[in-house]
């Protein structure tokens, strides 16, 4: 898009100076005394154009590249940006729980509302889990007692201990 637009540009200022070039030639024809000088002049801007343009193409790529390394960096700072936020946030919840344990003049703020709150949950949390896990060691308890009757191994050993004297 950039070589595009450049090209264009270039094409556009080649054109005006080919009009430049026809009109001087106009006005060298009325002026005949100065044709060599105005000439030298405008092969002088023309090249003079044409380094310019060249070296603005050359550079527009490295632009592109830098501009896109550059973004890359821009998010990557964002989102480390935005973890420490986060991280700030729960340590300032957690000051805030440490001193309205501690200080007992400091009212209980939305903040430490929100602690409180959230440190019952994950405690609400761990009772039921350590009631299931209670419930599944009975009930690990009750399969195995049920499934396993201990005459019938008892008898099956001694049986096959009879059989393997024999």
Request: glycine share 2%; no cysteine.
């Amino acid at each position: 898009m950039g070589f595009n637009l450049l090209k264009k540009l270039k094409k556009e200022k080649e054109e005006e100076v080919v009009e430049e070039q026809v009109e001087e030639e106009e006005v060298v024809e009325e002026e005949v005394s100065e044709p060599q000088a105005q000439e030298s002049q405008d092969d002088d801007m023309i090249m003079k154009i044409n380094e310019r343009l060249s070296d603005i193409e050359n550079r527009l790529p490295r632009m592109d590249i830098s501009m896109s390394n550059l973004k890359k960096e821009i998010d990557g700072l964002r989102d480390e940006m935005k973890k420490i936020e986060e991280s700030m946030k729960d340590m300032m919840a957690l000051y805030e729980v440490v001193s309205a344990q501690i200080n007992p003049f400091v009212g209980s703020s939305k903040a430490t509302k929100l602690s409180f709150e959230r440190i019952d949950e994950l405690e609400k949390k761990i009772e039921e889990f350590e009631e299931l896990i209670l419930d599944l060691q009975m009930d690990i308890r009750m399969i195995y007692r049920s499934a396993v009757n201990l005459k019938e191994v008892v008898n099956e050993v001694l049986y096959e201990g009879v059989i393997s004297f024999e």
